[in-house]
């Protein structure tokens, strides 16, 4: 009778567990269309026949909106997030009239970001995982990406091993770990922009480049509303590019992701700041599946 009992409990227990571990694991569901939606970062009604699924962004515990569609050869996500306010100008040169130099200002601009796994494992895609992984970033920028079409196709590397300029995080256990942010391969939507005689108080200090390679993969547009950020991404189902997750509708797999409103740097925690950029976090683990 004890033994019974013992094994009903555990069985209960191990039950609530696994409910546990699969708790925020929602789908979302790529629904094929034979006509594309415009990307303008506004809601064709082609989106639609896409249900949505609802997200908290794991730094500001605002509710983001995803949806997904598909064609033959072409993955569309749409997101949508509450934002009060629309931030456009990224690191800008700001006059000093003192000094009668530029200096780098304090705004950043809105952003967004797509983390897919690329490995053949399931891992935490967090930025202070315990796992070694290689990840797909789409990161869409408001000023830097947007004006030309696009989102920045990035690949993120967490590992043990030291690296240029790769940010040093600890693990959730403790560990120290590193988190390599690479652009993929060719030339990126922006460079930097020297200035040195007076052009007027606040200045940009990028402009704008065509990407090419597969550094220009990932299409995006946002558009703000007033109230909140739309936000549209085009990408070929497979890119041929050996930095870049490969979708395959017929597969009838499940793809893991997440997404972050801010940068996935692995910045600590700053409140004093007003901006969040660089502070973003993962969000609960999703799957994208084909429909």
Not at 131 to 158: C, E, M, N, Q, S
Request: hydrophobic share 35%; net charge positive; proline share 4%.
């Amino acid at each position: 009778m004890k033994k019974a009992l013992l094994f009903f409990i555990l069985s209960i227990l191990l039950i609530l567990l696994c409910s546990a571990l699969s708790y925020g694991a929602q789908t979302l569901v790529a629904v094929k269309v034979s006509t594309p939606p415009v990307l303008d970062g506004k809601v064709d009604s082609v989106w639609k026949k896409a249900s949505p699924i609802y997200v908290k962004d794991g730094r500001t515990d605002k509710t983001i909106e995803l949806r997904a569609l598909y064609t033959d050869s072409e993955l569309f996500i749409l997101a949508r997030y509450p934002d009060s306010r629309k931030d456009v100008m990224h690191k800008p040169w700001v006059w000093d009239k003192e000094l009668k130099a530029y200096k780098i200002g304090p705004q950043r601009e809105d952003t967004f970001a797509i983390k897919w796994n690329m490995e053949k494992r399931e891992v935490d895609l967090s930025n202070f995982s315990d796992d070694d992984y290689r990840a797909d970033v789409w990161y869409w920028k408001a000023f830097r990406t947007d004006p030309v079409g696009h989102a920045d196709d990035k690949l993120h590397i967490l590992s043990s091993e030291k690296g240029k300029k790769a940010q040093k995080v600890k693990s959730k256990t403790g560990k120290t770990r590193y988190l390599h942010r690479l652009g993929d391969e060719g030339r990126g939507c922006y460079k930097r922009r020297v200035v040195t005689t007076y052009e007027g108080d606040i200045v940009p200090s990028y402009e704008h480049t065509q990407p090419t390679g597969s550094r220009a993969d990932v299409k995006a547009k946002g558009n703000w509303d007033g109230k909140s950020w739309t936000v549209e991404f085009e990408r070929k189902l497979n890119t041929g590019h050996d930095d870049d997750i490969a979708f395959d509708p017929s597969a009838k797999k499940r793809y893991l992701f997440g997404v972050s409103i801010y940068g996935l740097y692995g910045e600590p925690i700053d409140n004093s700041k007003e901006y969040l950029y660089g502070q973003g976090r993962i969000s609960e683990k999703l799957y994208l599946i084909f429909k």
